[in-house]
């Protein structure tokens, strides 16, 4: 029978910065480490779904593509591979973790809930990027679009995560029926991709659909991309960031009190 | 553990229990710690208004294995989550040393280590990165997590599958490696929900080991469980709870106390036979499908023994073993039913 040398039985209760920091990292690598059978698939379907918008795109269209079609396509399809993981794959895996009963493990492990979601963010960073990447280059080959890239792309990026990501992780938790969380995911996924000034001018929408999207983050993603990628946009793009960090600090809000609800 | 076994092979399994578990526990603690307080905890569901906890007051010292013991839906799960911190008790109050839990569950999540009875989400990550990558969440030093995560491979005999994807490990050593998170850097309380189930019987005396060992560091252990002839060897003390009550707290022996002067008769009966007529000096009785467990009076074990004969003689029983009371018999007298090893065929 081997020895084992056990710590304290009392262990020293830890807080402050350093030790969130802390936490942050330690689960990010066990996030990472648990979906590894998924992150490598799932940034190629990132990449492929972003490569096959782009290119099916062209064959809504008989004759050549409209400029401005062209201009929203190349600017929005990488916002929809940045949000696609955070707003539909995070609440799927949230809510298979119930289904599981894996959940209230994770819940009793001892970090602070917002570690939780910062390990989130790194994964939807991680898988989102590549794909949105690899969908403007394909913009570029297959339309010859001109994007300026700004440094503005790297807050325009972080914030469209983090946005999704936010609105994910409250569905996810504050849903109680996994099949609820991701019915409503994929509602969103369609509504975003079908009925949004996301890959598509809102002029083209109807008078009430535009006045909805106005509200709803999925515009407003597509604007501060779009100004970074140095494209010209109607819309206000402070505004379109104020809308996003609201979106975004309502979704933490409400995954706050999800994840600190006791039964 | 005197057994006395019938012309058939012996139904003696309790002994093969005792073997499993290993010699019975003696807390060796003498150390400060924190003493956990549970007190006048209640719990009613707000949806469909189900009282699961009634009113439960315990204590469970540092170094202290405690046993809860109980059926299905008798609120031990219940309780134990009130003191992790994922549910939130309708009155009452829990402390841990001086730290109240129920004001503080992120406090509780520190202090205490909580092995659910649910699967462990552990299918991509390899056992010895889900136990080491546990212990760095639960805030242990890099070096001492990964030399602990060594010795508990080693302890629990989990070489062959050090390297072993979770999605590749059998029910019971998904289980073990479970364990070995929770405790890989354990809390001053570390809560073990039926920490045997799916566990082959050579791993299960050696988790056993683990547990006591537990103790003996100062951790004060929780053990939930409804297998009440482990629990026998394994815990210091321990409670019988049924609906959402404390029914019975003591140690193993204390529960023994009023039967001493009494033997239990188990019999073998066949499938299907009708239950046969009790004789007048059964105390009293239970059958858990073919087990059939009497409770008779020392005195009249002749008695009993031929009457067992006959019924093995008349094609009724298949075979008998008469023993001493065990915590079953006192677990039955309080709830009114066997427990798991009852169901699974133990006398």
């Not at chain 1, 040398?5 to 830890?14: C, D, E, V, Y």
């Not at chain 2, 007190?39 to 189900?50: H, I, M, N, P, S």
């Not at chain 2, 046969?276 to 858990?288: A, D, H, K």
Request: proline letters at 6%; a neutral charge; glycine letters at 10%.
């Amino acid at each position: 029978m081997a020895t084992v040398a056990l710590p304290a039985a009392t262990p020293r209760l830890r807080s402050g910065p350093v030790e969130w920091l802390r936490s942050c990292a330690v689960m990010a690598r066990w996030q990472l480490a648990s979906l590894r059978l998924f992150i490598p698939m799932l940034a190629a379907v990132e990449v492929l779904a972003g490569v096959g918008f782009v290119l099916g795109f062209g064959l809504f269209f008989t004759s050549r593509v409209p400029a401005t079609s062209v201009v929203y396509c190349a600017t929005g399809v990488p916002v929809i591979t940045l949000y696609i993981v955070g707003l539909v794959f995070l609440p799927q895996v949230v809510g298979m973790q119930k289904l599981a009963h894996t959940y209230e493990f994770l819940q009793s492990e001892p970090v602070p809930r917002s570690a939780g979601f910062v390990s989130w963010y790194a994964m939807n960073l991680l898988v989102g990027v590549p794909g949105m990447v690899a969908s403007l280059i394909a913009g570029w080959l297959r339309f010859g679009v001109s994007l300026h890239v700004s440094a503005a792309v790297i807050p325009a990026t972080l914030l469209v995560c983090l946005t999704s990501s936010a609105i994910g992780f409250a569905m996810g938790h504050a849903v109680a029926v996994p099949m609820v969380s991701n019915v409503l995911a994929q509602v969103l996924n369609f509504v975003a991709i079908g009925f949004s000034p996301i890959a598509m001018p809102a002029g083209q929408l109807p008078d009430w659909l535009a006045s909805l999207n106005r509200g709803l983050p999925f515009g407003s993603m597509g604007t501060i991309m779009r100004s970074a990628l140095g494209v010209a946009t109607p819309d206000s793009v402070p505004g379109a960031y104020a809308l996003l960090a609201g979106w975004t600090c309502a979704g933490l809000l409400l995954a706050a009190v999800a994840v600190m609800r006791r039964g | 553990m005197t057994s006395v076994n019938g012309p058939a092979a012996g139904v003696a399994l309790p002994k093969q229990a005792a073997e499993e578990v290993g010699t019975p526990v003696t807390a060796t603690w003498t150390g400060s710690g924190l003493r956990l307080c549970v007190t006048d905890l209640r719990k009613t569901y707000k949806r469909g208004g189900v009282v699961a906890n009634d009113g439960i007051t315990l204590e469970v010292a540092p170094g202290e294995v405690y046993g809860l013991l109980g059926p299905n839906g008798a609120g031990k799960t219940t309780l134990v989550k009130q003191v992790i911190g994922l549910l939130k008790p309708t009155s009452g109050t829990i402390h841990l040393g001086p730290h109240d839990l129920v004001a503080h569950p992120s406090v509780a999540r520190q202090l205490c280590s909580y092995l659910p009875q649910a699967p462990l989400p552990i299918d991509a990550l390899h056992a010895d990165e889900a136990i080491e990558l546990t212990g760095l969440i639960r805030g242990g030093e890099a070096a001492t997590v990964r030399r602990r995560t060594g010795e508990l491979i080693e302890a629990l005999q989990l070489d062959s599958w050090r390297r072993s994807l979770g999605t590749r490990l059998s029910g019971g050593v998904r289980r073990l490696v479970g364990f070995a998170m929770v405790t890989v850097s354990p809390g001053a309380v570390v809560i073990l929900d039926e920490p045997t189930n799916d566990v082959d019987p050579l791993r299960r005396r050696l988790l056993w080991n683990e547990i006591r060992r537990l103790g003996e560091r100062g951790c004060g252990v929780v053990l939930v469980t409804h297998n009440v002839l482990e629990a026998e060897k394994a815990v210091d003390r321990l409670a019988i709870i049924d609906h959402g009550r404390l029914l019975a707290e003591g140690t193993p022996s204390s529960f023994k106390v009023e039967s001493r002067d009494q033997l239990r008769l188990h019999l073998m009966l066949r499938p299907d036979a009708p239950d046969p007529e009790m004789p007048g000096l059964v105390i009293r009785s239970s059958r858990t499908g073919n087990n059939l467990v009497a409770v008779i009076p020392e005195a009249d074990a002749a008695v009993a023994i031929a009457w067992a004969r006959n019924l093995v003689d008349a094609g009724t029983a298949e075979e008998y073993g008469l023993g001493a009371t065990t915590l079953e018999d006192a677990y039955i007298k309080l709830t009114g039913r066997a427990s798991l090893d009852g169901e699974n065929g133990g006398s």
